[in-house]
């Protein structure tokens, strides 16, 4: 079974609680402009994780023996908050507090995840762009995620076969 991305989760918590149409975030790497309207438009991008637990274990019988396999990764998830306005100035907060929101966490234990409340980093990263000002915002934060998967498996305890040693 496919396993949701974590940008794909963070999207959806940031787009809901910021009341958010479609256009206005993405993942990032969509090839998508930022529109020369004003408002704030969000990029949301995974730029990397850390295994710290990989762990398997077996339940069952002979006859009826389980796999149970574990992945427990911390993710850096990246949000740049994008605006022609400054408006990305003014609402990045309400980024943050979307990540600690009810709905944030009913998710979180959903799909096996904590969002640590702090984030490694706040960085206004705003720029001249010809005439004008793209004001951005980036936000990197740790996610903690763990991934599981369960399946049943042979179990061997005879073999029909003779083994020759010398």
């Known amino acids: 079974m496919p396993v949701r991305p974590t940008v794909s989760i963070v ?9 958010l149409e479609d256009d206005q975030i993405w993942i990032y790497n969509q090839r998508i402009k930022i529109p020369d309207t004003k408002g704030m438009f969000i990029s949301v991008s995974r730029i990397g994780s850390k295994v710290y637990a990989n762990n398997s274990s077996y339940t069952g019988s002979s006859t009826d023996l ?3 396999q574990y992945v427990s990764n911390l993710e850096t998830i990246s949000i740049d ?6 408006s990305a100035l003014e609402y990045y907060p309400d980024i943050l507090m979307a990540l600690r929101s009810t709905k944030a966490q009913q998710e979180a234990e959903k799909y096996g995840m904590r969002f640590d409340s702090i984030p490694f980093s706040t960085a206004d990263l705003s720029s001249p762009e010809g005439t004008s000002m793209i004001y951005r915002i980036n936000i990197r934060f740790p996610v903690y995620r763990t991934y599981y998967t369960s399946r049943s498996i042979d179990y061997f305890d ?9």
């Open 158 to 166: 005879s073999f029909s076969n003779n083994i020759i040693s010398d």
């Open 81 to 86: 908050a994008l605006s022609q306005d400054t």
């Open 11 to 19: 999207r959806e918590i940031i787009k809901d609680q910021l009341s």
């Open 66 to 68: 389980i796999e149970d």
